[in-house]
């Protein structure tokens, strides 16, 4: 499947893409399966310009109709002579924008164009040092020498004629090309990474001077445009949004009501199952705060009567989950002539959900506030074009409070996950409340907040014997996991600080009565996954 017919959504549309996917000024990144492709998009974005990742394989046709201003090859892991490999369309080059190889990128283009690229004896993987001999256009206003981020084996030795051979590394003979007549360009090492210090200078020289973006765009044109393109959808009509409390939810409703004003209702389902007064903080920041609409149902009661019993984590996923589209569906059958419905998938959705080149790992999608499909609902996806970061920062653009724009990602199924080996109950979820209120409190004193893709507690269906004052005890066990990750795929268990670990276990213990000891879960993923369940 490629990008340019997002799945799921009968609204093609992207945040700044019209129904056809054009948009003013953007710049295409074709991904030929390189580790870093995302990384890429993500950093034209950050020189102001908008990008849009495709797979390589879209063609001349599809990159031509989105009227991009410049076009990026993205590096991959393939050789350009290993059977398969992705090849470069040689209509790519004549589509009158100006061409960034970088690494496979530049190879293919340096094949392709009569240049000499042969596997190396050996390769360049790592920090490498750059010798700039000639700045020409792309690497203007860099030094002559400078660290670069290297990771091949094929290596150009000889640019193709016409061209100019700009720089040279410690393995790479001709490490960055140019043909200002032709606008080609290539860079053998990876400007997008940051052990490449004048990467973004390189990138800003060829989307600024070279295709001559002009580098506005920022979190507020986003708002500004999309704001014009909901209006453009929904008309006079009506929407419908889930808000979970999470950043996506929350920042798409509140562009959609910016958009559209009071057309817009959201339903907040409180499940009790959120941590200690989320709830609360979502209804008084969207109903008070921004005077929202709302619905919120206070559904605890209706969750722990399904729950009773249950401690299959697959099956609590599959009550809560089915739960939760009852009650959305009994809330929207109250209302009338609702048409549209809200939704926040992000750009990182839609790439995994086949955007990709086939390399890219699919991840389960287990969110549980999910809906069914066959909702009858026009879906608007204002978020569809962002990555998670560009979402917090059109958050904060909105007003949004700096705890809800930053806040760490929570499971669907909330802390059911996270009361293992028994049934949930109400007496435990308030343990593990009360602890992760612990948790979150001083990883918020010491700084450490943002730095941690995630941190919560675990609370095990078992006892373990302590000795306060003169007595014996037999309390609950709490295990504080703490990760650090870039996207959930992989993760690392976070090293707190040993101090900082004391303090959050004598408060646990000293403050929770039921509990007796406090654990910690030094297990990375793989082999372990983030949540217990
Ligand atoms: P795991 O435990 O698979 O988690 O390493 C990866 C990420 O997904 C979150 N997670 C869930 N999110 N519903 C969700 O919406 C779920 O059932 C669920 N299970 C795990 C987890 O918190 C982590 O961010």
């Not at 350009?80 to 992705?86: N, R, T």
């Not at 199924?413 to 009360?434: C, F, H, Q, S």
Request: hydrophobic share 40%; glycine share 10%.
């Amino acid at each position: 499947m490629s990008l340019t017919e997002p799945q799921g959504s009968p609204v093609a549309a992207g945040p700044l893409a019209g129904s056809d996917g054009v948009v003013t000024e953007q710049v295409v990144v074709l991904d030929y399966g390189g580790q870093y492709s995302q990384l890429i998009a993500r950093r034209v974005r950050e020189c102001g310009v908008f990008s849009t990742l495709l797979p390589h394989h879209v063609g001349p046709d599809e990159v031509a109709r989105r009227k991009p201003l410049g076009l990026i090859l993205s590096g991959g892991p393939a050789s350009v002579y290993a059977d398969g490999a992705p090849r470069l369309d040689p209509a790519l080059l004549q589509l009158g924008i100006p061409v960034l190889g970088i690494c496979y990128g530049m190879q293919l283009i340096a094949r392709e164009l009569g240049g000499r690229v042969e596997g190396a004896e050996v390769g360049e993987y790592g920090r490498s040092q750059l010798t700039v001999h000639d700045h020409g256009r792309l690497l203007a206003d860099t030094p002559d020498e400078q660290a670069c981020w290297m990771s091949h084996r094929d290596t150009v030795f000889a640019p193709p004629p016409g061209f100019d051979a700009l720089a040279s590394s410690t393995a790479s003979p001709v490490a960055a090309i140019e043909s200002v007549e032709r606008g080609i360009y290539g860079i053998q090492f990876h400007p997008e990474v940051v052990h490449t210090p004048y990467g973004q200078q390189v990138l800003r020289n060829f989307l600024i001077n070279i295709c001559g973006a002009a580098g506005t765009w920022s979190a507020r044109s986003v708002i500004q445009e999309q704001i014009e393109r909901i209006r453009e959808q929904v008309g006079d009509g009506r929407a419908l949004c889930a808000l979970s409390g999470g950043v996506d939810s929350s920042v798409a409703a509140l562009l959609v009501h910016q958009a559209i004003g009071d057309r817009l209702v959201c339903v907040f389902v409180d499940h009790g199952l959120m941590r200690k007064d989320e709830g609360a903080q979502v209804i008084s920041t969207f109903k008070d705060h921004f005077h929202v609409p709302l619905i919120a149902v206070d559904a605890e009661e209706r969750y722990l009567e399904k729950l009773r019993g249950v401690v299959d984590p697959e099956q609590k996923r599959k009550i809560i989950g089915t739960e939760f589209i009852r009650i959305f569906e009994e809330e929207a059958a109250k209302l009338d002539g609702i048409r549209f419905l809200v939704q926040g998938t992000l750009y990182s959705d839609v790439i995994e959900s086949g955007g990709g080149t086939g390399t890219a790992t699919i991840k389960s999608h287990h969110n549980v506030g999910g809906l069914p499909d066959d909702l009858e609902f026009e879906l608007v996806e204002p978020l569809r074009s962002l990555f998670k970061d560009e979402v917090r920062a059109v958050g904060a653009e909105l007003g949004m409070p700096e705890r809800l724009v930053w806040r760490q990602p929570f499971p669907g199924p909330g802390l059911a996950i996270r009361v293992v080996g028994g049934e949930v109950t109400k007496e435990k979820l308030d343990v593990l409340r009360e602890a992760d209120a612990i948790l979150q409190d001083e990883i918020r004193r010491a700084g450490l907040y943002r730095e941690l893709w995630q941190s919560f507690c675990v609370l095990p269906d078992v006892r373990a014997v302590g000795v306060q004052g003169d007595e014996r005890t037999y309390g609950n066990v709490i295990a504080i996991r703490a990760v650090t990750s870039d996207d959930a795929m992989t993760a690392d268990w976070a090293r707190l600080p040993y101090d900082l670990l004391e303090q959050i276990a004598s408060r646990m213990i000293n403050e929770i009565r039921p509990v007796g000891r406090v654990v910690l879960d030094i297990t990375s993923k793989p082999p372990g996954t983030i949540e217990w369940e």
